[in-house]
């Protein structure tokens, strides 16, 4: 009896280690569907301003701070998703080049714009994406490689 004491505890401790693990991706992987993912696109009046909403929609366009660069992905969840198992090369680390093109709109901040009015230029292509993966979810966007 005296020697299950230690395995349980083991075992507990593995379990609890293991919860930890699921809920830090749980978070990242939040973290970049509300900073990468839109889909389908977000219908809005005026095309050149897609970026300008977006970003104050999803928190990156704020009173005090603009992010300088972002990119949406308008594809759904699952082949995004994808890039992380079969749908993906490896690279280094634990990053993977897509094997297939997205449909994306990159956001860059306009020069002179600064908070609380950010302004953002709005570019769209079909490109590969590379992205960093945890437990098999997309956790950070890292680049777009043109065709």
């Known amino acids: 009896m005296a020697q299950r004491g230690p395995r349980l505890r083991t075992a507990m401790s593995f379990l609890l280690l293991a919860a930890c693990l699921a809920v830090a991706t749980a978070k990242s992987y939040q973290k970049f ?3 990468h993912f839109d889909y389908p696109m977000s ?4 095309p050149q301003r897609y970026c300008d909403l977006l970003m104050k929609r999803r928190n ?3 009173s005090h701070h603009c992010k300088h660069l972002n990119t949406f992905v308008h ?3 699952s082949q995004i998703i994808s890039v992380c198992g079969e749908g993906g090369e490896p690279l280094t680390g634990d990053l993977r080049e897509s ?3 997205f449909p994306l709109t990159l956001c860059k901040l306009k020069r002179g714009s600064w ?3 950010c302004r953002y230029g709005v570019a769209t292509g079909v ?11 997309p956790v950070h966007l890292e680049t777009e490689i043109p065709n």
């Not at 219908?43 to 005026?46: A, K, L």
């Not at 994406?129 to 437990?135: F, H, S």
């Open 75 to 77: 594809a759904d969840t």
């Open 33 to 35: 569907l509300m900073e």
């Open 115 to 117: 908070a609380p009015d």
């Open 99 to 101: 094997v297939d093109s």
């Open 60 to 62: 990156m366009a704020t």
């Open 127 to 137: 490109e590969k994406i590379v992205i960093a993966c945890e437990n098999g979810f």
């Open 43 to 46: 219908n809005v009046p005026d």
